[in-house]
């Protein structure tokens, strides 16, 4: 360059350039731009496309995971709701059936309790029939023995001794009853 500033023999002012340097340039800068516009902006803007889909696309996915979370959330508190009303619902049935068992249970106990009771007096009643049979004889042989000696004779006649005996006796059971 100096050599065409040389040859010309004027001096160049180096704040304005050749018009020779503004061609060669204008024309790198058009081919720059031409190269830049052509291959590596559509590069770029694949690239600048391709990382905002994935963001959109993440942030959809996260919106949709979300959303499923919230709804599994939901059906998993339903089912908690329902397991919850099944287990009280279990266990009022469990008390109730607890319930009916006790009240079986104590049933069965007052009736065997009023079995042995029964089958006592029954016992007792007949132990008791025994027992006035046996005294009843013992007294008739003893009143009659007692009567023949205070008499003075003999009450051997066995019909008529009975007779009097259950006579006396009868008399004694009216005036205890009484």
Not at 14 to 27: A, D, F, K, M, N
Not at 91 to 107: F, N, W, Y
Not at 123 to 145: F, N, P
């Amino acid at each position: 360059m100096y050599f065409l500033a040389a040859e010309g023999g004027e001096a160049h002012n180096p704040i304005i350039p050749l018009w020779q340097e503004i061609v060669v340039g204008s024309v790198a800068f058009i081919v720059l731009c031409f190269v830049l516009m052509k291959f590596v902006f559509p590069r770029m803007e694949q690239t600048f496309q391709a990382r905002v889909d994935a963001i959109e696309g993440g942030i959809k996915r996260a919106e949709a995971a979300q959303a499923e979370a919230n709804q599994l959330l939901e059906q998993y508190r339903a089912q908690l709701a329902e397991a919850r009303t099944d287990a009280a619902k279990i266990r009022d049935d469990a008390r109730a059936d607890a319930e009916g068992i006790r009240q079986d249970i104590l049933a069965k106990a007052r009736e065997e309790s009023d079995r042995v009771i029964q089958a006592g007096k029954d016992a007792l009643a007949a132990e008791r029939a025994t027992i006035v049979r046996e005294l009843r004889a013992e007294v008739g042989t003893i009143a009659v023995d007692l009567a023949s000696k205070i008499v003075g004779e003999s009450l051997a006649d066995e019909a008529r001794r009975k007779g009097t005996v259950d006579r006396f006796l009868s008399g004694l059971e009216s005036t205890g009853a009484r």
